[in-house]
Structures are given as C-alpha cells and as structure tokens.
C-alpha cells in the first residue's frame, strides 16, 4: 500500500509543475500584461510600472517563475485586490463553509443515489427502473443555478420550511471554534445553533447534489448490472447463500470501485463547483468569493484558486487510490 501511495505522490509533483507554468504564463499573457489587468481603468504608465516593479513582472521569465514557484512554495498565494488580504487567509476563512455544503450535497446524493442504483439493476427493464433513468437524466440537464431557484421559491418562500440564505440565522448567538458551524454547535452542545446551520445547509445542499446523485445512480446500476451477471454470484446463490449475504459480500462490495472513484472526483467538484449554488443562497463560501473575484478581475484569487482546487483534488484522488486497498484486497498484491 506504501509503494502505491509513493507512485501516485511521483505522478502528482509533476502534474502541479505543469500546472504551475500555465497557470504563470496565463498571467504573463493577460491582454496589455498583468500589471494593466490587475489595475483596469487606472492603468496609467506610472501605475503599470510601480505594479511591474512591485510583483517582479519587469524581471527575466525564469526568474519570475522560481519567485513564482517559491512563493506558492512557501504558502504564499497572494493578496486579493477585492480585500487587501492574502489569498490563503481568505481561503481559510470561507473553506469551512464551502466543504460543509459539498459534505452535505456529497451524503444526499451517496445516500439515495446508491440504493436508487442498486434498485433499478434488480428491477431491470421494468417501472422502477425506467423512472430511475428517468430521474438520473432530468437530475443532469436541469441547471443547477434554476433548480437552486425553484428550492428557494417553493420550500423556503412559499412554504417556509427552511431559511432562504446564509449559513446561520442572526438570532442565532453562537460560539465558533472551527468555523464548521454544524460540528461547533455539536462541540459545544449549542443543540439550536448546530440545528439552525443544519437548515440553512439542506435547500443548497439538495440543489448542488443533484447532479452527482445522478451520476451516482447511473454508475452505479451500470456496476450493479455488471456484477450481477458474474460467475461467481451465480455460485454464491447455487450454493444457497441468502441473498442479503449476496447483495453485501459480492454485489455491492465488488460494484463499489468504480462507485468510490466517481464519489471521489465528484467531491473535488462539489468544491470547486458551487458557485451558482453560493450565489443563490448568499452562502458566503469559497464559490461565492470566487464569482466575486471574476467580475473584480481578481488575479490572484483566481490563480489561488485553481492551485488551490488542483492540490486538492491531487489528494482526493490519492485517497480514492488509498480506499481501493481496503474496498478490493486485490489491489493490494498489484
């Protein structure tokens, strides 16, 4: 298991060097040059040249870049120009709340999205399976930002069943330890406010999952199928094994490999992804900062960010790799 853990980390340095000189030389490209995009309309030659001065951007490109390199190196990803802050503090401070929404929208759709699977495969060709094609189909082509809209309209104005925006009502006084507002209200036994934070996470929670529920059912019934037709689950059930032992030992365990590597790539996007999802419900995550760093011409909030994502899905996919030991001891002698 070590020396798959090593291969995959060998494979990852490489792939975030590559990324890191596009994303350099994307900079270096931006029209009239960094230092008039970072400044827009007060892009006077004196201003340009104090900005070329100040970031390096006068210097040679191979020195730029190891300035760069060293700077991300050393955790420095910048200032925002929308708050003055470093790009990584920003992160911070709005991370909690966007892993919190992608958790909740990741267990909704693991949580129907495997058992709907799992059901149209037993019942193929017939009802339960078509309205489960069905569903996975509309769950894919209706936009999420619309469906955020619908959620919003129906269950938080029409019929008042859960908050219309933000993280935590303002009634609220709550005391934050992680900036998790779900697990502080847990660790502190404030049962309203874990409560209250738990409300405002279902509306955007359902509206970001829908999509990866869908993928889910889809990858997982193709799986299920697949496995259902193999030879030895036919001698499982001709030795008169119960089918709750079937469905368990050999079923679902051997379904769930390519199940796990789609849970896993669609956490990374639930992360990465939850712009219009923030935006809908004024959910003050990393998605919403990021759509406010597109309209400022932010820079360097963009450039952090998709270092940011790229190193994070690097470890997501690690740790998929890592899960595979465990869901399939074949893999670990390969």
Known sequence: MLRVIGRRISLLIPTLIGLSILLFLWVRNL??????????????????????????????????????????????????????????????????????????????????????????????????????????????????????????????????????????????????????????????????????????????GIALGTIPLAIIVRITRASVLEVMNADYVRTARAKGLTEKIIRNRFILRNAMLPVTTTIGLQLGLLISGAVLTETVFAFNGIGRFLRDAIFTLDYPVLQGFIIFIAILYSLINLLVDVSYGFIDPRVRVQ
């Not at 190891?66 to 003055?84: A, C, E, H, N």
């Not at 399976?129 to 029409?158: C, E, N, R, T, Y």
Request: hydrophobic share 50%.
């Open 31 to 204: 029209p009239g040059g960094p230092a008039t995009a970072l400044l827009g309309d007060k892009a006077t030659p004196e201003a340009v040249a104090r900005v070329n001065a100040a970031y390096g951007f006068d210097r040679p490109l191979v020195e730029q870049y190891f300035q760069y390199m060293g700077k991300l190196l050393s955790g420095d990803f910048g200032v925002s120009l929308q708050t003055g802050r470093s790009v990584l503090e920003e992160f911070g401070t709005r991370f909690p709340a966007t892993v919190e929404l992608a958790v909740i929208a990741l267990v909704f759709a693991i949580g129907v999205g495997i058992p709907m699977g799992y059901w149209a495969a037993r019942n193929l060709g017939r009802w339960q399976d078509h309205s489960s094609v069905v569903l996975s189909l509309l769950g894919i082509v209706v936009p999420v930002f619309f469906l955020a809209f619908i959620l919003k309209w129906l269950f938080a104005i029409q019929l008042p069943w859960f908050p219309t925006d933000g993280r935590q009502s303002a009634r609220i006084d709550a005391t934050h330890i992680t900036d998790f507002y779900v697990l502080d209200g847990l660790l502190t036994r404030e049962w309203d406010a874990a409560w209250d934070a738990f409300m405002h996470l279902v509306l955007p």
